[in-house]
Structures are given as C-alpha cells and as structure tokens.
C-alpha cells in the first residue's frame, strides 16, 4: 500500500472538535487505499505552557526533565486522534517518540535524528492497522532519555516520516491556506502561492516565516519530499496548498518571491576592540561554545584616530536570537574577565527585528539591494546592519517598524500580482 504522511498542527488539534475534523480527513485518505502516518502537534498553546511551567520551577533548568514536560503535549494528541479514529471504525493506534523508536542525539531542547527504525509500524501496517499516530516533536536518546527537537518540531517529525517510509507526498496541515510572499497576519496583500523552491522556503523559513521549521525544509530537499502545505479548515482539494519543490518545477520569474521577519532578535555591539587577527576568532569562539547563535556580524573599519586611539581599535557588532542574549553577554564578559578578549563596553540592543527579502530570481537580477534600502529609506527606516548572501537580503532595524518595513516591501517588490 501507498505510504502518506499527514501532519496537524497546534491549531489543527486545538480542541474535540477539531480533532475529529483532522480525524475525517485522514479517513478520507484511508479510503483512497494509503496506509497513513499521521503525525500530530500538541494542542494550540499547551507547549508554551508547559515551557513557563519549566520557567517558573527551575530558570537554570536540568534541559532533560525540560523535554520530558514539554513533549507531553503531543502524547495527549497522538492519543485521543487515535481514538476518535477508532470511533470512526478505522483500525489506529498512538505511538510516542520511544515507542517507535525515533532515535536522536542527546542534544535535548534541539535534538537531531539518527534514524526511525520501519519495523514496528511497518509490522502494524501488515497486520491490518490503517493508521498510525506519532506524537511530534520527540524522540528518544542513546541513553533512554525523551528529546524534542526545537520548537516548530513536528513538522520536522512529519518530513522525517515521509523520508524514513518513502512516502508519496507529506501534506502539512495548518491554519494557513499555504505558503504566502509573506505572513498573511501581517499583510492583507500577501498572496498564496502555488509553488515554492526548496532553498527559497529554505531561507524564509530560517529568517523567521515559521510555516515550517526550517530543518524540516532541510530534510525534505536532502530526501526529495514531495512536500505540500495546506489548510485543515478548507474544503479537501486536489490542488489545495503549496507545493515546495525542486526549482526547474517554478515559472515566476521574479527576483524576489517573498518577505520574511523575525522578531525576536538582539545586537550585540563591543565597543573598542583591537583591530588585529585572531580577533574575530577570540570573539565568537567563546560565544559558539556558550551555544550562541550568531547571525549578521559587522566590523567597522578600523582607522588612525577612530575614537581617539592610534589606530588599531575597531567596535564588532553582531546579531543572535534574544533569548541567547543573557548567555552572550556571560561569554563575552568571561572571556574579558581571564583576559581572552580586551573591550570597553557592551552594548546590546534588543528592541530590533529582521526584515529579509528571498529569491532564487535574485541570482540573475541586479539591483534587488538598492530598491530595497531606497524603500526603507523612503518610510524613514534606518537600517543598523545588513546581511547578503546569493538569494537573500536581510535588515537590522528598530523592531517598531517591522510592520510598516514588511508591507512597504511587499509592495516595493510587486508582490501581490503573479509575475
Ligand atoms: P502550526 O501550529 O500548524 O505548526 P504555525 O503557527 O507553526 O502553525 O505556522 C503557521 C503560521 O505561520 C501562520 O499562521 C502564519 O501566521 C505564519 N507565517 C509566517 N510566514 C508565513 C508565510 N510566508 N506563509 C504562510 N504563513 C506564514
Ligand atoms: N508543539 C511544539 C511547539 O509548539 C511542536 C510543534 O507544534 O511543531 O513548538
Ligand atoms: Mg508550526
């Protein structure tokens, strides 16, 4: 029998009723002949409630008791979808990350696969089971330990399923229609679109677009998913959705193809550092040991008489996630205090966003870079830092102007009409 992989997000299980929604639409598959894995979300806001519970007990807390709470939300989902499935007369069962088993590294809070053994699902298959429901998000260390995968994780569980068990098509259910040229809630012009490039929703999904976590899009194009995107509050359509696929499958022709943003951003500015080599290394070193994710990073150019030194001294900025920036600071100001890195001061900065543009179109179209800091400038936007690589653009700015940033860019750029 055909393999198909389907996955509900928080929303998609929020409660009873939604729950026996997504419950008919994978009877409906059922009927077409697929042997289905469903996987499945915790109920919408269990997970960060079970994360500020965490918080509240422990702030410094042991991250292996963090997973075993946090993941609890999918077990509750995996089981009661089975059930209703069994109300509905189809044979199902739940299964929890261990129980298949889903193996990962121990690296809880973000954990990676190592592989997701066929035989007991595939031995449920044989025997007569139509379905099986996975609890997303988790999985299980060498040591016997529950892990999750990062926030955003199921759908990176979903992928992972559709990979391990070749799967006709992996189909992503959420509250979206699909995937947009930017966050509908943001811009009411965001447009849906009906194909998407790998490396495209690759960086999106990276520069904030949470529709998918950006490791699932990692799998699926390493392992060639067919991986599609679509409502579960819509009417069943064949042609329903976003598709993300290989390139040569895409005919827009625009250099860029969405707008993504992240809120959740900090700068990190070190006032007067040495401008000398090995620099950089004795910076972000101590920072990617303290697990630190650094983003954008500028150096000023250092030169004779800049702050009233000789010459030699430069300031370093950079970005990271601001919920690392507590960890940062600690790096930077131990690596001061023993000597490893000399600087006058701090500065940190954690009222900005990051505004990006993507494109595979922008590899053959020049100028992408001037219109869009000619549009920030006309909305009186004052870019802090810029980084560029062949497909995306990506802004530092004041978070208060994400908004107006994203829209004036949607617009800048045409996005709203086919191209
Ligand atoms: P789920 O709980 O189903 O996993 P998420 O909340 O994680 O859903 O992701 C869906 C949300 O992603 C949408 O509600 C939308 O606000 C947001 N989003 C951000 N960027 C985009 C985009 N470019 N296209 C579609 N949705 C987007
Ligand atoms: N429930 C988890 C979260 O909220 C995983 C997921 O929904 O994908 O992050
Ligand atoms: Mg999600």
Request: aromatic fraction near 6%; include cysteine.
């Amino acid at each position: 029998m055909p393999i198909l992989v389907m996955k509900f997000g928080g929303t998609s299980v929020a409660n009873l009723d939604r729950i026996q929604r997504a419950a008919k639409r994978v009877a409906l598959e059922v009927a077409k002949g697929y042997d289905v894995i469903v996987i499945v979300s915790a109920m919408s806001g269990e997970t960060n409630k079970l994360v500020g519970f965490v918080n509240e007990t422990s702030p410094l807390y042991d991250a292996r008791e963090y997973d075993a709470i946090v993941s609890s939300g999918e077990n509750v989902t995996a089981g009661l979808m089975a059930l209703r499935l069994q109300e509905m007369g189809i044979a199902a069962r739940s299964w929890q990350g261990w129980q298949v088993p889903i193996n990962t590294t121990s690296a809880h809070g973000a954990a990676r696969f190592i592989d997701i053994p066929r035989d007991n699902i595939d031995g449920k298959f044989a025997e007569g089971f139509q379905v099986a429901v996975v609890a997303g998000f988790q999985g299980v260390s060498a040591e016997g330990r529950i892990t999750t995968l990062g926030r955003g994780g199921s759908d990176t569980t979903a992928v992972a399923f559709a990979a391990a068990f070749e799967a006709e098509r992996c189909d992503i259910y959420t509250d979206v229609d699909g995937v947009y040229t930017t966050d509908p809630r943001i811009s009411s012009k965001a447009r849906k679109l009906d194909k998407i490039a790998f490396e495209e929703m690759l960086e999106l999904a990276s520069l904030g677009a949470k529709v998918l976590q950006t490791r699932s899009v990692e799998l699926a194009m390493r392992y060639n998913v067919k991986l599609r995107v679509l409502s579960s509050f819509e009417e069943p359509s064949d042609d329903a959705g976003t598709l993300v696929c290989a390139e040569e499958m895409i005919v827009e022709s625009k250099a860029v193809s969405g707008v993504a943003y992240s809120r959740d951003e900090a700068k990190v500015t070190l006032v007067t550092v040495e401008d000398k080599p090995g620099i950089a290394a004795a910076i972000f070193g101590p920072l990617a040991d303290a697990g630190v994710n650094v983003d954008m990073i500028v150096q000023n150019i250092a030169e004779s008489g800049y702050k009233g030194h000789d010459g030699g001294v430069t300031d370093m900025t950079f970005s990271c996630p601001v919920d690392q920036l507590a960890r940062a600071e600690k790096a930077l100001n131990d690596a001061k205090a023993d000597g490893r890195i000399a600087f006058d001061r701090l500065e940190a900065d954690t009222d900005v966003a990051k505004v990006s543009v993507v494109g595979i179109g922008m590899r053959s179209h020049a100028g992408v870079a001037a219109k869009m800091f000619e549009t920030l400038s006309k909305e009186g936007v004052n870019i802090k830092v810029i980084a560029t690589s062949e497909i995306k653009i990506s802004v530092l700015i004041d978070r208060k102007y994400m908004e107006l940033a994203v829209q004036a860019l949607h617009d800048a750029f045409e996005l709203e009409v086919e191209g």
